[in-house]
Nanobody, 124 residues
Framework: QVQLVESGGGLVQAGGSLSLSCAAS????????VAWFRQAPGKEREFVAA????????DYADSLKGRFTISRDNAKNTVYLQVNSLNAEDTAVYYC?????????????????WGQGTQVTVSS
């Protein structure tokens, strides 16, 4: 059974940073591309970043480039999302997702497995 568990969310002041983690189990992790999405209250879930199976490639939402960094450690079955210079618009539930593929796609419909999410709240 594939399981993705996010952690690292919390309450942070504007301008602060957080490091989110997504721990995977029940799959051969290095065969899966992994992505982060987020969903703010009243909004659709949106793509944040993705990383290829062996971290050779990454992709970021255009508006988030430079502030967010995705990385992975296949030995630990974990993907990370470093988020810097947070602002109120970053307040959302952050989800990780995995797909058995070499390619990264921004459409959430293409991702097979999802975690339960971790809440990030930015206070101004």
């Amino acid at each position: 059974q594939v399981q993705l568990v996010e952690s690292g969310g919390g309450l942070v002041q504007a301008g602060g940073s957080l490091s989110l983690s997504c721990a995977a189990s029940g799959l051969t992790f290095s065969n899966y591309a992994v992505a982060w999405f987020r969903q703010a209250p009243g909004k659709e879930r949106e793509f944040v970043a993705a990383i290829s199976r062996r971290a050779g490639s990454t992709d970021y939402a255009d508006s988030l480039k430079g502030r967010f960094t995705i990385s992975r450690d296949n030995a630990k079955n974990t993907v990370y999302l470093q988020v810097n210079s947070l602002n109120a618009e970053d307040t959302a539930v952050y989800y990780c997702a995995a797909r058995f593929s070499a390619t990264m796609i921004r459409s959430r419909a293409e991702w097979s497995y999802w975690g339960q999410g971790t809440q990030v709240t930015v206070s101004s």
